[in-house]
């Protein structure tokens, strides 16, 4: 068995999203870390004998790799606690769509055989992770609006992505959260290394913190790899 790493590392002054603002600005939201009490100041409590740190983190849920529950778009919809572990341990597949540019939507050509799909997650190697922290990680390839229909008629559990959003952020409507969420289809975006793996024969692990009406949360996705 293998494991591989699917999730970006979560940091102070990560890249996050960006939201304009009313003057035509624009806001990036990112994480804020930093010791509530350090080992030095928390010494003296411990009358010299041990020594602890805390940290605090401040952060919107939608940063680094992160899932997305029904409740992100719905209000009647599951938030984050709701969801049951197994619908968070699923047996996994890759779809290789390398090779678009920004702005270029994959066809369902892309897809493999429909009834390989059900009951899985299904991620997209779009190989943008590798532009995480530059601007050109902000402009990128998504789905199709065929692609979207194909797999909610597949019926897969979950659908995720190695860029910043799985829709076009051009399109106000975000057919795939407003598709994909309405039939209780998970999404994690911001994942990488993908092209490590292969296209099946794996358990993706996509588990947040059970956070109570929360739309979305940061997760340690990572693949279960099975020897043959």
Same mark, same amino acid.
Request: charged share 25%; no cysteine; net charge negative.
């Given at each position: %068995?293998?494991?591989?790493? #699917?999730?970006?590392?979560?940091?102070?002054? %990560?890249?996050?999203?960006?939201?304009?603002?009313?003057?035509?600005?624009?806001?990036?939201?990112?994480?804020?870390?930093?010791?509530?009490?350090?080992?030095?100041?928390?010494?003296?409590?411990?009358?010299?004998?041990?020594?602890? &740190? !805390?940290?605090?983190?401040?952060?919107?849920?939608?940063?680094?790799?992160?899932?997305?529950?029904?409740?992100?778009?719905?209000?009647?919809?599951?938030?984050?606690?709701? #969801?049951?572990?197994?619908?968070?341990?699923?047996?996994?597949?890759? +779809?290789?769509?390398?090779? /678009?540019?920004?702005?270029?939507? #994959?066809?369902?050509?892309? /897809?493999?055989?429909?009834?390989?799909?059900?009951?899985?997650?299904?991620?997209?190697?779009?190989?943008?992770?590798?532009?995480?922290?530059? &601007?050109?990680?902000?402009?990128?390839?998504?789905?199709?609006?065929?692609?979207?229909?194909?797999?909610?008629?597949? =019926?897969?559990?979950?659908?995720?992505?190695?860029?910043? =959003?799985?829709?076009?952020?051009?399109?106000?409507?975000?057919?795939?959260?407003?598709?994909?969420?309405?039939?209780?289809? /998970?999404?994690?975006?911001?994942?990488? =290394? #993908?092209?490590? /793996?292969?296209?099946?024969?794996?358990?993706?692990?996509? !588990?947040?913190?059970?956070? +109570?009406?929360?739309?979305? %949360?940061? +997760?340690?996705?990572?693949?279960?790899?099975? &020897?043959?």
């Amino acid at each position: %068995m293998t494991l591989i790493d #699917l999730s970006h590392s979560f940091e102070d002054g %990560m890249p996050g999203f960006r939201l304009e603002d009313e003057n035509g600005t624009e806001t990036e939201y990112t994480a804020e870390i930093h010791p509530l009490f350090t080992h030095e100041e928390s010494r003296s409590k411990y009358e010299g004998e041990a020594a602890f &740190e !805390v940290t605090e983190i401040q952060f919107q849920t939608s940063v680094g790799t992160y899932l997305d529950a029904p409740y992100h778009r719905y209000p009647d919809g599951r938030d984050i606690s709701e #969801l049951e572990i197994d619908e968070l341990v699923l047996p996994g597949i890759v +779809v290789d769509a390398r090779g /678009l540019a920004p702005g270029e939507q #994959l066809t369902e050509a892309a /897809l493999p055989p429909e009834a390989s799909l059900a009951g899985k997650a299904v991620l997209f190697d779009f190989g943008w992770s590798q532009y995480w922290g530059s &601007e050109k990680y902000r402009s990128y390839p998504y789905l199709s609006e065929s692609v979207i229909e194909t797999l909610i008629e597949a =019926n897969v559990a979950l659908v995720g992505v190695d860029t910043i =959003n799985i829709d076009d952020h051009r399109d106000p409507a975000r057919p795939a959260h407003s598709q994909l969420l309405a039939e209780e289809i /998970l999404i994690v975006e911001n994942l990488r =290394n #993908l092209t490590q /793996l292969p296209e099946s024969g794996f358990r993706l692990f996509a !588990v947040p913190i059970k956070a +109570v009406e929360t739309a979305a %949360m940061p +997760v340690r996705a990572f693949a279960e790899v099975s &020897e043959n």
